[in-house]
């Protein structure tokens, strides 16, 4: 009903309702009149659209957020005024959701309406198209990317035959793939296009787009146009056949890493040529996309207000690009900062599976006074598994609370971070100071005189009033903490409730745990990856890692409450029992610490959620490395071995496996793994410590420094439901006197293995230190350099820095780490 009523219709005055949304949609390049039922595309009324564009009501009520209410009749009826009451019907209506999945920063969201004769036209060369397009990264598909087990020369072949060599097309699709969209906003050109009606599916092709790109970019084509394109489940389980555009020019293909929403931002360093990028405004202005969005957009654009006093000539109407006459735009610079966040939803549009939900509107919150059209600093926060939902509302609130309690979280945040500029406003906003600091998962909880004074103290009326008051042993519900005696203050490490911490997935149980670790891909954690060696990430180490992982038969000593007994004596127990493992094992496992002042210098880094997933992605980067591949493996011959025996002789079904159980569809027993590989005789999605040493080897033949975990402790079981996750690093890094120490552990007595032993440990510890593994810098800038960590004065329970606040804790005992949490 809603399509009928916009055919027809003409929004003529800037006083209408819908003026705003297209001003935002086309930064500001409306031209009246201008014809609503040109469009099939509309953005939802998501808190990133209200963040971007606060004084530009969107009407449609974003499904993704329930708590959402349909707008006052007199709102509504200001959108509907310009509607008509056409009896047009299109026939085979359906729609497109534009949902974005993943990382839990706010995101576009949008629906688009095709049938049989709206949004299925094709284009002519060389014009320009309003498209629509999607990160499809966390739901497994690397578009651009060259499939790792596939040969580079495959992209140089002209291919004669109807199937596609045997690559992994379905998941590295070659091209960018878009969908025309009226009402997006942004543009693309077409270039040399072949368009045809419909994609040909023809039995026996993997994947018959990827043979017409292929074969399109060795003819020198741009773009493939298919007014019926692929295949699209409904979440209500039919499917339809949405139009299809794909790039095919050279920077889509063969790519080292698969694209996310954006284009011209992610095509490589080199800009774009002028008639491949996107573009604004109507096709007439640059194009800046943030990735974090989601979708494809040009909200990283300077933009302009919109301006009611303007009169210009109808672009659509006349094909012409109508640019606006000098002063009469105002420029708000480039937006840095993220959008202002809400509650999140695991599975969304639950409540929209029926189609388009239009006319219900939450109205977009008045500017504060005083407020600008400016957009605010960005507050960075660095890697973090809190959402910015939880983020936001705790910045607000410690906000209001006022000047007092700011300057306190600044002082507090001065003592965790030195090398910060935390003390100064004019270097950190207030703003930026909160959001670091309730964005961080450990917290100092010392007495006064430890850190310095008062205003070092961590404040924790920031933190949760509840906790504030709240220090006896009996205070269980408030905060899980040992006392060291009766009714004494706390005195050690809180940490928030992992539950809160990792609120995308926690609580779960059994499968759709899997499910959801199996998607959990943070931006964080990708931008890590993206950082290369310059990649730095806060942590924390406790000694005796080995006998909680109960390595060897071990467990947990046996702690007293006397702080300093039983702390390592040598630097081999504060190190892993790994690093007695000859060269195939690591002494440097590390806890992910957001708020441990400590960062740990992580390097060329790999990141996965849970160990089966790491180990599936470098198994597929090892059996996939192409002409290298065979070079590499005769370099690793035992490793080759050790790959083969662990995957029964079959690597290829192995990664299969893995992948099943990763992605939360399998567990290892009906993945076909063998009994002994995961936990609970197979009926497991974890793998087993005894992969331990494999996903080491690998990453170190790879070339990788750092392995990261990002949710390892999180391990789904049958008939109980999780609320444990935190993240686990280990160092891959390995010195000569390393490898030397440990060969001789080999051979010999007791007294010379543990000698050996603690010749290794000690050998890694001085690299690490010399090499300034360890260092305390600024969080909002930690690649500028920092300061110094002297953690080598003498082995300890946790890892600390001499005269940083950390080395007031090095003496505590590691079952603080699951034992003292902010309550969820």
Same mark, same amino acid.
């Given at each position: 009903?809603?399509?009928?009523?916009?055919?027809?219709?003409?929004?003529?005055?800037?006083?209408?309702?819908?003026?705003?949304?297209?001003?935002?949609?086309?930064?500001?390049?409306?031209?009246?009149?201008?014809?609503?039922?040109?469009?099939?595309?509309?953005?939802?009324?998501?808190?990133?659209?209200?963040?971007?564009?606060?004084?530009?009501?969107?009407?449609?009520?974003?499904?993704?957020?329930?708590?959402?209410?349909?707008?006052?009749?007199?709102?509504?009826?200001?959108?509907?005024?310009?509607?008509?009451?056409?009896?047009?019907?299109?026939?085979?209506?359906?729609?497109?959701?534009? $949902?974005?999945?993943?990382?839990?920063?706010?995101?576009?969201?949008?629906?688009?309406?095709?049938s049989d004769s709206v949004g299925r036209a094709t284009f002519p060369d060389h014009t320009w198209v309003e498209?629509?397009?999607?990160?499809?990264?966390?739901?497994?598909?690397?578009?651009?990317?060259?499939?790792?087990?596939?040969?580079?020369?495959?992209?140089?072949? $002209?291919?004669?035959?109807?199937?596609?060599?045997?690559?992994?097309?379905?998941?590295?699709?070659?091209?960018?793939?878009?969908?025309?969209?009226?009402?997006?906003?942004?543009?693309?050109?077409? %270039?040399?296009?072949?368009?045809?009606?419909?994609?040909?599916?023809?039995?026996?092709?993997?994947?018959?787009?990827?043979?017409?790109?292929?074969?399109?970019?060795?003819?020198?084509?741009?773009?493939?146009?298919?007014?019926?394109?692929? #295949?699209?489940?409904?979440?209500?389980?039919?499917?339809?056949?949405?139009?299809?555009?794909?790039?095919?020019?050279?920077?889509?293909?063969?790519?080292?890493?698969?694209?996310?929403?954006?284009?011209?931002?992610?095509?490589?360093?080199?800009?774009?040529?002028?008639?491949?990028?996107a573009r604004g405004g109507w096709h007439n202005r640059r194009c800046e996309c943030e990735e974090r969005l989601?979708?494809?957009?040009?909200?990283?654009?300077?933009?302009?207000?919109?301006?009611?006093?303007?009169?210009?000539?109808?672009?659509?109407?006349?094909?012409?690009?109508?640019?606006?006459?000098?002063?009469?735009?105002?420029?708000?610079?480039?937006?840095?900062?993220?959008?202002?966040?809400?509650?999140?939803?695991?599975?969304?549009?639950?409540?929209?599976?029926?189609?388009?939900?239009?006319?219900?509107?939450?109205?977009?919150?008045?500017?504060?006074? %005083?407020?600008?059209?400016?957009?605010?600093?960005?507050?960075?926060?660095?890697?973090?598994?809190?959402?910015?939902?939880?983020?936001?509302?705790?910045?607000?609130?410690?906000?209001?609370?006022?000047?007092?309690?700011?300057?306190?979280?600044?002082?507090?945040?001065?003592?965790?971070?030195?090398?910060?500029?935390?003390?100064?406003?004019?270097? #950190?906003?207030?703003?930026?100071? #909160?959001?670091?600091?309730?964005?961080?998962?450990?917290?100092?909880?010392?007495?006064?005189?430890?850190?310095?004074?008062?205003?070092?103290?961590?404040?924790?009326?920031?933190?949760?009033?509840?906790?504030?008051?709240?220090?006896?042993?009996?205070?269980?519900?408030?905060?899980?903490?040992?006392?060291?005696?009766?009714?004494?203050?706390?005195?050690?490490?809180?940490?928030?409730?992992?539950?809160?911490?990792?609120?995308?997935?926690?609580?779960?149980?059994?499968?759709?745990?899997?499910?959801?670790?199996?998607?959990?891909?943070?931006?964080?954690?990708?931008?890590?990856?993206?950082?290369?060696?310059?990649?730095?990430?806060?942590?924390?180490?406790?000694?005796?890692?080995?006998?909680?992982? %109960?390595?060897?038969?071990?467990?947990?000593?046996?702690?007293?409450?006397?702080?300093? @007994?039983?702390?390592? @004596?040598?630097?081999?127990e504060f190190l892993d029992e790994q690093a007695a493992a000859g060269a195939d094992g690591s002494g440097w496992?590390?806890?992910?610490?957001?708020?441990?002042?400590?960062?740990?210098?992580?390097?060329?880094?790999?990141?996965?959620?849970?160990?089966?997933?790491?180990?599936?992605?470098?198994?597929?980067?090892?059996?996939?490395?192409?002409?290298?591949?065979?070079?590499?493996?005769?370099?690793?011959?035992?490793?080759?071995?050790?790959?083969?025996?662990?995957?029964?002789?079959?690597?290829?079904?192995?990664?299969?496996?893995?992948?099943?159980?990763?992605?939360?569809?399998?567990?290892?027993?009906?993945?076909?793994?063998?009994?002994?590989?995961?936990?609970?005789?197979?009926?497991?999605?974890?793998?087993?410590?005894?992969?331990?040493?494999?996903?080491?080897?690998?990453?170190?033949?790879?070339?990788?420094?750092?392995?990261?975990?990002?949710?390892?402790?999180?391990?789904?079981?049958?008939?109980?439901?999780?609320?444990?996750?935190?993240?686990?690093?280990?160092?891959?890094?390995?010195? %000569?006197?390393?490898?030397?120490?440990?060969?001789?552990?080999?051979?010999?007595?007791?007294?010379?293995?543990?000698?050996?032993?603690?010749?290794?440990?000690?050998?890694?510890?001085?690299?690490?230190?010399?090499?300034?593994?360890?260092? $305390?810098?600024?969080?909002? @800038?930690?690649?500028?350099?920092?300061?110094?960590?002297?953690?080598?004065?003498?082995?300890?329970?946790? $890892?600390?820095?001499?005269?940083?606040?950390?080395?007031?804790?090095?003496?505590?005992?590691?079952?603080?780490?699951?034992?003292?949490?902010?309550?969820?």
């Amino acid at each position: 009903a809603f399509l009928q009523r916009t055919r027809g219709s003409l929004i003529n005055e800037r006083e209408s309702a819908w003026f705003p949304y297209l001003s935002a949609v086309y930064s500001s390049q409306v031209a009246l009149p201008f014809s609503l039922g040109s469009l099939n595309l509309f953005y939802h009324n998501t808190a990133a659209w209200r963040a971007l564009w606060p004084h530009a009501q969107s009407p449609f009520r974003d499904c993704a957020e329930p708590w959402q209410h349909h707008c006052p009749k007199t709102t509504c009826d200001a959108f509907r005024a310009p509607l008509t009451h056409s009896a047009v019907t299109h026939g085979n209506l359906s729609t497109v959701q534009w $949902l974005p999945r993943g990382d839990a920063a706010p995101s576009l969201r949008a629906t688009q309406i095709v049938s049989d004769s709206v949004g299925r036209a094709t284009f002519p060369d060389h014009t320009w198209v309003e498209v629509m397009r999607m990160d499809h990264r966390p739901i497994g598909f690397e578009e651009g990317m060259h499939p790792p087990n596939c040969s580079t020369m495959v992209q140089m072949r $002209l291919f004669g035959r109807l199937e596609l060599p045997l690559c992994d097309w379905t998941h590295h699709p070659p091209g960018c793939f878009m969908r025309p969209a009226a009402g997006s906003g942004v543009w693309v050109n077409t %270039g040399r296009s072949r368009a045809v009606r419909s994609l040909l599916l023809p039995a026996g092709v993997r994947n018959p787009v990827a043979r017409d790109v292929l074969v399109a970019t060795s003819e020198g084509l741009d773009t493939l146009q298919y007014a019926w394109g692929d #295949v699209v489940e409904q979440s209500d389980g039919t499917t339809i056949r949405p139009p299809l555009l794909v790039s095919v020019r050279t920077e889509c293909i063969g790519r080292r890493r698969g694209l996310g929403a954006c284009l011209s931002n992610a095509l490589g360093a080199a800009p774009l040529p002028r008639r491949h990028a996107a573009r604004g405004g109507w096709h007439n202005r640059r194009c800046e996309c943030e990735e974090r969005l989601g979708l494809l957009n040009c909200a990283g654009t300077p933009r302009v207000l919109y301006n009611t006093s303007l009169s210009m000539t109808s672009a659509r109407s006349t094909g012409a690009a109508a640019s606006p006459p000098e002063g009469h735009y105002r420029v708000i610079g480039t937006r840095q900062a993220g959008p202002e966040n809400t509650t999140s939803v695991r599975s969304p549009c639950r409540n929209c599976a029926s189609g388009f939900i239009a006319w219900s509107f939450l109205r977009a919150p008045p500017p504060e006074d %005083g407020a600008s059209d400016v957009v605010a600093a960005h507050t960075h926060v660095g890697p973090t598994p809190v959402a910015e939902e939880w983020r936001t509302a705790q910045v607000r609130r410690v906000l209001a609370a006022g000047s007092a309690v700011v300057r306190r979280v600044r002082g507090y945040l001065s003592a965790v971070y030195p090398a910060g500029g935390f003390a100064r406003r004019e270097d #950190v906003s207030d703003e930026a100071a #909160v959001a670091m600091f309730v964005s961080r998962v450990w917290f100092y909880a010392l007495p006064a005189e430890t850190v310095g004074g008062e205003e070092a103290a961590l404040p924790l009326d920031a933190l949760s009033a509840r906790l504030a008051g709240c220090y006896r042993e009996d205070c269980t519900t408030a905060a899980r903490c040992t006392a060291a005696s009766g009714l004494a203050p706390y005195s050690g490490l809180l940490q928030l409730s992992q539950e809160r911490a990792h609120r995308e997935f926690l609580p779960c149980s059994w499968d759709e745990c899997a499910r959801r670790l199996g998607s959990y891909a943070p931006v964080w954690a990708r931008g890590l990856e993206e950082q290369g060696v310059d990649a730095y990430v806060e942590v924390s180490h406790h000694a005796y890692a080995a006998f909680q992982a %109960g390595l060897n038969g071990g467990r947990w000593p046996t702690w007293t409450r006397q702080q300093t @007994r039983d702390a390592p @004596r040598s630097w081999a127990e504060f190190l892993d029992e790994q690093a007695a493992a000859g060269a195939d094992g690591s002494g440097w496992w590390h806890l992910f610490a957001p708020g441990s002042g400590v960062f740990y210098h992580a390097g060329r880094t790999l990141t996965a959620p849970t160990k089966v997933a790491m180990l599936a992605r470098l198994l597929a980067r090892w059996e996939g490395k192409g002409e290298n591949g065979a070079g590499l493996r005769l370099a690793n011959a035992r490793l080759e071995e050790d790959v083969k025996h662990a995957a029964l002789g079959d690597p290829a079904r192995f990664l299969e496996a893995l992948d099943a159980v990763a992605s939360g569809r399998s567990t290892c027993a009906a993945a076909g793994m063998a009994a002994d590989s995961c936990y609970d005789g197979g009926d497991s999605f974890t793998i087993t410590d005894t992969f331990d040493a494999l996903l080491l080897r690998l990453g170190r033949a790879l070339g990788f420094d750092t392995l990261f975990f990002t949710a390892t402790f999180a391990r789904p079981r049958r008939n109980q439901t999780t609320r444990v996750s935190a993240g686990e690093l280990v160092d891959l890094r390995l010195t %000569g006197a390393v490898t030397h120490a440990r060969s001789s552990t080999q051979h010999g007595t007791r007294a010379r293995h543990a000698a050996a032993q603690a010749r290794a440990a000690r050998a890694m510890v001085d690299a690490a230190q010399q090499e300034g593994r360890f260092t $305390l810098r600024d969080p909002l @800038r930690p690649s500028d350099g920092g300061l110094p960590c002297n953690f080598s004065a003498a082995p300890s329970n946790r $890892l600390g820095c001499k005269g940083h606040i950390s080395w007031a804790v090095r003496d505590r005992i590691p079952e603080d780490r699951w034992d003292c949490q902010i309550p969820a």
